[in-house]
DNA sequence: TTGAAAGCGATACCAA
DNA sequence: TTGGTATCGCTTTCAA
């Protein structure tokens, strides 16, 4: 069978209407009396006829369809906890909503292909996750006009974007001073990549709290906000540091690798080195001792920047950028 | 600013060409001068001109994108690392070739939108993974003429249907075997759902082992494939059956669930109860102690299936279904 | 409420 | 090698 897919027109002729009335009927029926509307949905049922999206969207300049944007080497992306909450929550928001969700990884560290993706407009919007500061995202989707929210704020055209965040030098702040009133005296950090603005704004948050307190703030290796990453910090860490009884881990999935390493040396959490790490995904309570970190509402924001570029998708006009700011919080568990 | 994108007409005039030329130049550039081709590709770049894919597949009756399917509700999507260690390889795959990839979800369990964008021939064709038996997918894929191919042994229409596995039967088998020859007098299983072939013929080889060694096979406990699944399994299995000295366990990620269940009882692992898992995926050489595990050539198979959807974009007639079996293997470590 | 007809922006055939 | 032109399948005025 599947010889050829029946168009508007057989169907309009089934019905015995003419194809103009046909396509009122099938987008929502207005201006349709209910006879013309009963037969064409008859002879839809019977040619299983379905829309040609290209024919529809050529017309409509719609296409349907968002994407959702990481810009990351796709083993990190199943690796992370936070890609998988943040889907299925962006996905949940859809719901409602007939528009489908396309997934864009940037392949294999080329952006080009997913630029060009964006650039052709088969998506009418774009959520973005996980930028990057040397990817040409911002600058590119607002040059191309198309609605877009990123999660997480971006490196440039900051005024220019809606974008979700949580205060994540204020979360690094709050984890650092917790550390420093448990009584650590000498506090590291294991720090995410400098070329997202997560990893930056937490480090800065800890290096502003020890030189508030008057602390040395050189204890300091960067992870790549991953488990291996975390392990690999931590070593060159104790290796440079072995006086360190604090850590603060910009990540929980980092933290994990620290723990690890922390327990291969016999190092006991909280006893001889605290640990704070921070998301507050599954991970967290899953480790021993639990760990204490810094909640990110990572749903929420996922969420959230899914409205925002729902609002943009009806507009004609683009509305002025929205920014939502999320307070984090401190999680008290076991490991500091 | 994002006006209106230039479109082909405009590209032509600015080129000094007809329109066909224009089209010609950009698509490979066949029968096209030298001169007229260094024209278009001029005037594409100061116009910023990209191809509206609409008008393009409209006439070409090709999107130059295919799906991979997952039918799975999107939490235990990046739960698992078989789908990383899928959708990288896939990616990896398709590397070469321009086609975009497009990852569908059922959303919340419903797949009528998935199925009703697979029928709207929005991609040129699609990959399945984790197909459970109750999900339509083969039967609508058949039914449509699309290109498809399955990792994992389709439930219906296999005949029709390209598609990789491993005999997991096989490997149900030969973890089962490599359990009773370490001396393991009351041997368990956590299988996996039963909704899905890998599922239903790992415990197949599992309960044909023991019946042919004359061994009861009546501890059976079904988790989902999950860790939390396994967290479960194992306990009410244990509550069963305190005399388990073996358990196979259908899944890596279940099997780090039956492990920490199994500590928690104070079970020594494998002294008390030795445990063989499947999949052989990073979580294995993570567990403590290492996991033994029946090795599933998770990226080969990745890999083959997208190999073997591309070979039918190119055809206009569907070449007869191919279907490859790849062997299990056991990576003893220390579990068992 | 209906239908005739004008596009939407490309590709591809065919004659030149 | 080129360009005119017929499509592709649908939505959307506009008159009736």
Redesign the interface.
């Known amino acids: 069978?599947?010889a050829t897919?029946p168009t508007l027109d057989e169907v309009a002729q089934v019905a015995g209407v003419s194809r103009a009335t046909a396509s009122r009927a099938i987008n929502g029926g207005n201006r349709v009396s209910p006879r013309a509307l009963a037969a064409v949905e008859d002879a839809v049922r019977t040619l299983g006829y379905?829309?040609?999206?290209?024919?529809?969207?050529?017309v409509t300049r719609r296409?349907e369809?968002i994407a959702l944007v990481v810009p990351e080497p796709?083993?990190r992306?199943?690796?992370d906890?936070f890609?998988?909450h943040t889907?299925?929550n962006v996905?949940?928001t859809?719901?409602d909503r007939?528009l489908?969700?396309?997934?864009?990884?940037a392949?294999?560290g080329e952006e080009g292909?997913l630029l060009?993706?964006l650039?052709?407009?088969?998506v009418d919007g774009a959520l973005v996750v996980s930028h990057h500061r040397n990817d040409r995202l911002a600058e590119h989707l607002v040059?191309?006009?198309?609605p877009c929210a990123f999660v997480g704020r971006p490196w440039t055209h900051a005024d220019q974007i809606s974008y979700v965040d949580t205060d994540n030098q204020a979360g690094g702040r709050m984890a650092t001073r917790h550390l420093l009133d448990r009584g650590c005296r000498r506090i590291g950090t294991v720090a995410g990549s400098i070329d997202m603005a997560a990893g930056v704004d937490r480090l800065a948050g800890w290096r502003e709290t020890l030189a508030a307190a008057g602390q040395a703030s050189d204890a300091v290796a960067h992870g790549d906000f991953t488990e291996e990453g975390g392990v690999a910090a931590a070593r060159s860490l104790l290796q440079q540091h072995p006086d360190l009884d604090g850590l603060f881990v910009a990540s929980d999935l980092m933290a994990v690798g620290v723990m690890r390493v922390l327990a291969e040396r016999g190092l006991a959490i909280p006893r001889d080195v605290a640990v704070v790490g921070y998301d507050d995904l599954d991970a967290a309570e899953r480790t021993v001792p639990a760990l204490t970190t810094i909640r990110n509402p990572v749903g929420e924001m996922a969420e959230n920047a899914t409205r925002l570029l729902l609002e943009q998708l009806g507009q004609k006009a683009p509305p002025p950028p929205v920014r939502v700011i999320y307070p984090p919080a401190l999680v008290q568990r076991d490991s500091a």
Chains 1, 2 share one sequence.
Do not use: C, I, K, W
């Open positions: 069978m599947g897919t379905s829309p040609n999206p290209a024919a529809r969207s050529l296409t369809s796709d083993e992306v199943f690796a906890p890609f998988g889907l299925r996905n949940r859809l719901d007939d489908q969700l396309v997934l864009l990884l392949r294999s292909r060009r993706y650039s052709r407009r088969n040059g191309l006009g198309l």
